[in-house]
């Protein structure tokens, strides 16, 4: 058997690119992956109007639908609701859209990376609380000899780029170890808006990092809008296509540029 996903990530309902939306809305309806995971950045200012755009989205594509909370989706105008309860707009979007999905091939562990605030500026970057990654840590442990392809999924690459001096991400290289030692085969994540697909070590384990683009219009780097695809078989088997939002808009044919 195989487990067909469709990872995309960084949507920022708000400044969204409609047309890459309606890209994905097609290829959904027409090819029904087993679920679609988004890995954050589902909103620009976490809005209640963004949310409900969010919503009325993810509910329409009538397929299960995976979520994780990136650092744009807290209160960005509302300063007391994001110190006392920054994830309660996200919260309600994940009760009204989310699921915990499973498959017999494929079983996803969630690892936030999400804060209220940190000691930098901005706010941007992950940051890995041990709380967090204890969860994850646990969840993991608890699947201990599953045959099943074990993918976490977070917002923020646990990881910076290879060879680029330090690591935007706060406690990641620990949480990378750690969770390829536990035996996650690949952590999904965003916020970059740049697609990556890499096999990376740290303390002498290693796990597949794969990043998918933005659905915005907030381009980074010369990256076009995109999502991926991901195609999972027991024990560790992952395939991933890279799927261009645009050469699909225009033409409706799946585009393959990894």
């Given at each position: 058997m195989t487990t067909r996903l469709f990872h995309i990530s960084d949507v920022h309902f708000g400044v969204e690119d409609t047309a890459a939306l309606d890209a994905v809305a097609r290829a959904v309806a027409a090819e029904r992956p087993d679920?679609?995971?988004?890995?954050?950045?589902?909103?620009?200012?976490?809005?209640?109007?963004?949310?409900?755009?969010a919503e009325q989205w993810f509910a329409a594509l009538g397929v299960p639908v995976v979520l994780q909370p990136g650092n744009h989706d807290m209160p960005y105008y509302n300063p007391w609701e994001r110190f006392t309860d920054p994830f309660r707009r996200y919260d309600r979007l994940a009760q009204a859209v989310s699921c915990d999905f499973t498959s017999p091939d494929v079983v996803l562990v969630p690892l936030r990376t999400t804060v209220r605030a940190q000691?930098?500026?901005?706010?941007?970057?992950?940051?890995?609380?041990?709380?967090?990654?204890?969860?994850?840590?646990?969840?993991?442990?608890?699947?201990?000899?599953?045959?099943?392809?074990?993918?976490?999924?977070?917002?923020?690459?646990?990881?910076?780029?290879?060879?680029?001096?330090g690591n935007p991400t706060i406690g990641g290289d620990d949480a990378f170890a750690q969770i390829a030692a536990a035996?996650?085969?690949?952590?999904?994540?965003?916020h970059v808006h740049v697609p990556f697909d890499q096999q990376r070590?740290?303390?002498?384990?290693s796990a597949r990092m794969i990043g998918t683009?933005?659905?915005?219009?907030?381009?980074?780097?010369?990256?076009?809008?995109?999502?991926?695809?991901?195609?999972?078989?027991?024990?560790?088997?992952i395939e991933t296509r890279l799927r261009l939002a645009g050469a699909e808009a225009a033409?409706?044919?799946?585009?393959?540029?990894?």
């Open positions: 679920a679609v995971i988004c890995t954050g950045d589902l909103t620009q200012r976490a809005k209640h109007s963004e949310y409900a755009r000691r930098r500026f901005p706010w941007s970057d992950g940051v890995i609380k041990p709380v967090a990654l204890q969860a994850t840590l646990a969840a993991l442990a608890a699947l201990k000899g599953d045959p099943r392809t074990i993918i976490v999924i977070a917002h923020h690459p646990l990881l910076g780029p290879e060879g680029a001096p035996g996650a085969h690949a952590i999904l994540s965003g070590e740290r303390g002498g384990h683009g933005t659905l915005s219009t907030r381009l980074r780097h010369g990256a076009p809008a995109s999502w991926r695809e991901i195609t999972c078989e027991a024990g560790g088997v033409t409706g044919n799946p585009s393959d540029a990894r």
